[in-house]
């Protein structure tokens, strides 16, 4: 199996432009979160998903932030406008039905 | 609110020494407890976990933890360290089956091993 995959790895834009993050979970796996990772706040979940439905979307730090999970295989994680705090490393993790996640390689954000 | 608290923020060793990462969490029922690796610049990859039965459980590259329920306790331990151990180290609880599988990290331990 190719694991967890998300795209870009790396992400440089200008503050107010649209991202977006994409994540392809381990086939055959249920559940999909969505972390950030920065230096000063450590690793937060920001949202996860069981069987394509939100079920926890209490750590997306405001409406700038959006998820969404159309299928099984495909998530997206959007921020609009983007702003230099959000720059940091997003992870995907997948699971299988409340099982051990397994991380994607992350994408590396940066926000000028 | 469960919490997963790990002891120390950032330990520096020197090789062959032994390791011992504390992490102490905050949930009465029953859980499932993981300790995660993240070298640097990469993902965070499974170390180990604990489900039930044998409460010393082994993991990859020689690292072991120790499930002590009434510590509510979860501590990793390697009894000879190498210079690649450098790393950050998480641990994690998965607490009761209606989280879904969510899980709550601790702050992180950085690992520090000196050649």
């Known amino acids: 199996d190719a694991g967890v995959i998300q795209s870009p790895r790396h992400e440089v834009t200008e503050m107010g432009q649209e991202v977006t993050l994409r994540c392809k979970p381990i086939s055959g796996h249920n559940s999909l979160f969505w972390y950030r990772q920065t230096m000063m706040r450590g690793l937060e979940l920001l949202i996860y998903?069981?069987?394509?439905?939100?079920?926890?979307d209490s750590g997306m730090p405001e409406d700038r932030f959006s998820a969404k999970m159309p299928n099984a295989s495909f998530s997206t994680l959007k921020i609009q406008p983007s702003e230099p705090r959000d720059s940091a490393v997003y992870f995907c993790?997948?699971?299988?039905?409340?099982?051990?996640?397994?991380f994607g390689p992350g994408t590396r954000l940066l926000v000028l | 609110a469960q919490s997963v608290s790990q002891h120390n923020h950032h330990v520096i060793l020197s090789e062959a020494a032994s390791l011992e990462l504390g992490c102490n969490y905050s949930y009465g029922g029953t859980v499932n407890l993981f300790w995660y690796v993240q070298y640097p610049g990469q993902h965070l990859q499974l170390l180990l976990k604990y489900f039930s039965g044998d409460p010393l459980v082994k993991g990859i590259k020689g690292f072991e933890a120790e499930f002590i329920k009434s510590k509510f306790s979860f501590n990793l331990r390697k009894p000879s360290v190498q210079w690649s151990d450098t790393a950050e180290y998480f641990c994690?609880?998965?607490?009761?089956?209606?989280?879904?599988?969510?899980?709550?990290f601790g702050q992180g331990t950085e690992l520090s091993v000196k050649p």
């Open positions: 998903f069981n069987n394509n439905v939100p079920i926890d």
């Open positions: 993790a997948s699971a299988s039905s409340g099982e051990t996640q397994y």
């Open positions: 994690a609880v998965n607490a009761g089956y209606n989280q879904g599988g969510k899980l709550i």
